[in-house]
């Protein structure tokens, strides 16, 4: 057993070519893979649903491929190794959110929609103003797990220099964003998926590789990476309990009650993650491929456990956090010292395979959601509100419906506008809108080094739960949900969870706020979901009820048919 304080273990320069040429390799096969995908289909199909051919194996290992990110494989890690218990308990959230999503949305929204989220409330409502709500809220919710992916990139490669400087990382971020940017372009959905599906295969098998390796090394006793892992945490016993980052204060607490809340409820309205229910043919299909995803998220998270505990077990806390202040290097680290520590050949070679491993990672999830946050824009925001709805609708009213009132879904100013796109031009812009979120994300993640990225994702679940989870529940399961209600509940939890955000000390007021220097907070919590997402449930029911128009029952009996049965499907 390993009981003397570990060493450092920080790699030295003669690694750095090993990794380096690990690195190119996976650029250059995931490249392969887009070139030669994005060469077999070009239709609107194949750019936004990947010609919905996947098996449910298949898309159950892109789901967990889109789900296993830099959050799960760097940041939970990170996090455990420097506060223990809870840290596991963002493993815990992450997991449990995926029963949310297989009970409640899983096949109801593959029915109902056909791209994107606002396809299933374009069903009943056909609004202009509800498809750019959801597009709007799409866009940010993607934007802000885009940062979060784009942050370990800079971390990882750093720390592969062997340098912390914030060169390095910067020139990483900006390579990653092109890198994402070609590979939507090119590939679309279908290129996407494949490269997830290698990417989590990849994940899960080292994952497995060094647990392995960390369990004969402590000869497969538990309690005794335990203790180890305490003993060199540098909080004792504490490490092991809950409350070394949540819980010392009342306030701390509040956050971490809010953190479980977005967790729990995010992944439901991420809309990277509900854009893959529609690359299956059927919605059965959908259900299995939520089943697969389960069990190799669950295998995954209880792997992350353990390797969280033996970095800290052998590298140290001290060590991690010299690292990288917010964790993010700590599985790296672990590698190196499972495969022989520094110097050594078997240490330098999973060092490079692991950190590569990860880097795969990091450049499938950036593709998968900067795919989901330009069709957002170009099929949400500029061809249904702008334009108006390709002439290829997915959906189309039956003759029994009337067109009676104004501005309702039936209304003929609303069903044909004018200066409709085409679905061949709806795809250029989602590849224009590509580079445009690729760039805002490189900007916005140049400011957010220094946080950790299971942090940054805990935000872009609290947003998702805020703003897309309450409308998605209300179109699917509330008969009486109007337009009205769709819209103000988008804005009201989109709007508060930014503005909470704005003015938490995640922006000011701390040493690793985005502003150090200034603080201008008042909200005391580090994630806004304890008051952002009731906000968004409330605002739904209040603009329901008092909406002078009341909902379309027999669009409410159309989707209830379709969703439930798969009658009339794309």
Do not use: C
Not at 461 to 490: C, E, K, M
Request: hydrophobic share 55%; net charge positive.
């Amino acid at each position: 057993m390993t009981t003397a304080t570990p060493p450092p273990v920080a790699p030295t320069g003669d690694h750095h070519d090993l990794a380096i040429a690990l690195f190119a390799v996976v650029v250059l096969v995931t490249l392969a893979i887009t070139l030669w995908v994005g060469r077999r289909g070009s239709a609107t199909e194949d750019f936004y649903a990947g010609g919905r051919d996947f098996t449910p194996l298949q898309n159950g290992f892109a789901l967990s491929g889109d789900y296993l990110s830099a959050a799960s494989f760097l940041g939970v890690a990170g996090l455990i190794a420097l506060y223990g218990y809870d840290g596991v308990l963002y493993s815990i959230g992450f997991l449990v959110a995926w029963l949310v999503v297989l009970m409640l949305v899983a096949e109801l929204v593959r029915n109902a929609g056909r791209y994107t989220l606002a396809d299933v409330l374009a069903l009943r409502l056909r609004r202009r103003k509800v498809r750019a709500a959801a597009g709007g809220a799409s866009v940010v919710v993607t934007l802000l797990y885009l940062v979060a992916q784009m942050v370990g990139a800079g971390s990882l490669v750093a720390l592969l220099l062997g340098t912390n400087s914030a060169q390095a990382r910067t020139w990483t971020i900006v390579a990653v964003g092109g890198l994402m940017i070609v590979y939507v372009t090119i590939g679309g959905m279908r290129a996407t998926t494949w490269i997830q599906i290698v990417k989590a295969f990849l994940l899960i098998a080292g994952s497995v590789l060094l647990t392995v390796l960390l369990m004969v090394r402590f000869h497969g006793d538990v309690g005794e990476l335990m203790r180890q892992a305490a003993q060199h945490s540098g909080a004792g016993r504490r490490y092991l309990e809950p409350g070394l980052k949540y819980g010392a204060t009342f306030t701390s607490r509040l956050d971490f009650f809010s953190l479980g809340l977005a967790l729990v409820l995010g992944t439901a309205g991420l809309p990277h993650i509900l854009s893959r229910f529609y690359t299956v043919p059927t919605a059965r299909a959908a259900r299995r491929s939520t089943m697969w995803a389960i069990g190799l998220v669950g295998g995954f998270y209880l792997m992350a456990i353990a390797l969280g505990l033996g970095a800290t077990a052998l590298v140290g806390s001290a060590e991690v956090r010299h690292a990288n202040s917010a964790g993010n290097t700590a599985v790296p680290l672990l590698a190196l010292v499972l495969g022989g520590g520094n110097g050594s050949t078997g240490g330098v070679v999973l060092f490079a395979l692991i950190s590569a491993i990860a880097f795969a990672t990091i450049l499938a999830v950036v593709a998968g959601l900067t795919l989901a946050s330009s069709a957002a824009f170009a099929h949400d925001i500029w061809a249904g509100a702008w334009r108006g709805r390709p002439r290829r609708r997915p959906f189309r009213r039956r003759a029994a419906v009337p067109a009676s009132r104004p501005g309702e879904a039936g209304d003929p100013a609303e069903a044909e506008p004018t200066g409709e796109a085409s679905e061949r031009q709806e795809v250029w812009v989602a590849r224009f809108a590509a580079v445009g979120i690729g760039a805002a994300a490189i900007a916005i993640s140049l400011y957010a080094q220094q946080l950790n990225v299971a942090f940054l994702v805990g935000l872009a679940f609290a947003v998702a739960a805020s703003s897309n989870l309450p409308v998605l529940l209300y179109s699917l399961f509330w008969s009486r949900f109007t337009t009205r209600g769709a819209v103000w509940s988008v804005y009201g939890g989109l709007v508060p969870a930014i503005v909470l955000v704005v003015f938490s000390p995640v922006v000011s007021g701390t040493k690793v706020a985005l502003f150090p220097g200034v603080d201008f907070h008042w909200f005391p919590l580090e994630n806004p979901g304890i008051i952002s997402i009731p906000l968004g449930f409330l605002a739904g029911w209040i603009g329901t009820i008092t909406s002078p128009e009341p909902a379309d029952a027999d669009r409410f009996a159309e989707l209830e048919v379709r969703a439930l049965t798969g009658a009339g499907a794309a």
